[in-house]
């Protein structure tokens, strides 16, 4: 094996899995879903490489827009005038099983039910019942500098491919300092970072709670109808 092979493997094996998740209970504590676009945060939803699932609108939970202000003003303490961009934010569980299946079929584990089955396709599509992002709870975001430039992360945003596990030797300093900054403001206001993606955060799903070893996640996974009228379904594109 290949010596960058090899570090990407042993990266790619300290990534949280389907089964640290799946034994984390919820308690569901009701927080509202809110538009993005009630607090002072900025949204590209062009930059996401992914189809939106909420139209032109981003939806997260209340205490994570909250906590997503906070990152915010830790930020420019240390550099003004620089702001987070949001990119994607809640997804349906519609869109996720959707998607999880439809990735199970592709890597020929058709109709399986069994761990292996879940843990293999998890690596690619998160198994609905500790997904994130249908939670509302999980954001993929960036930085943008004073001028409105994106700072460079390395990859792209969703980008899937080595190079986009936080961790990677393969990129630029610059990049990897970029990677922790967003990591500091996001960790300094409550978030938990998912180390196989740069740009992905969350607050009270079981990614959260297993990564600081909380024994319960308190945001369970929502229907679309959780989001009705945030949004024309109309406007929702399900591919
Ligand atoms: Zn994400």
Known sequence: MQNRDRIN???AARFVNYQNLISIPIIENSDPMRDVAD??????LAASALPSSTGSVLVLRQSVCERLLRAQEILQVDKPGYELVLTYAYRSMEIQCASFEKMKRELGLGDRTDPEAMERTHHFIAVPEVAGHPTGGAVDLM???ADGNALDFGTGMHAL???????SPFISDAATNNRKLLRRVMQAADFAPYDGEWWHYSYGDREWAAYYG??????????ESAVAGFYSSAAVNVA
Request: aromatic share 20%; hydrophobic share 45%; glycine share 0%.
């Open 9 to 11: 493997k042993a990266l």
């Open 39 to 44: 607090f002072s945060l900025s949204a590209d």
């Open 143 to 145: 930085i943008v500098d």
């Open 161 to 167: 491919e080595q190079d986009s596990y936080f961790f």
């Open 214 to 223: 909380e024994p319960l996640a308190f945001y369970s996974q929502l229907p």
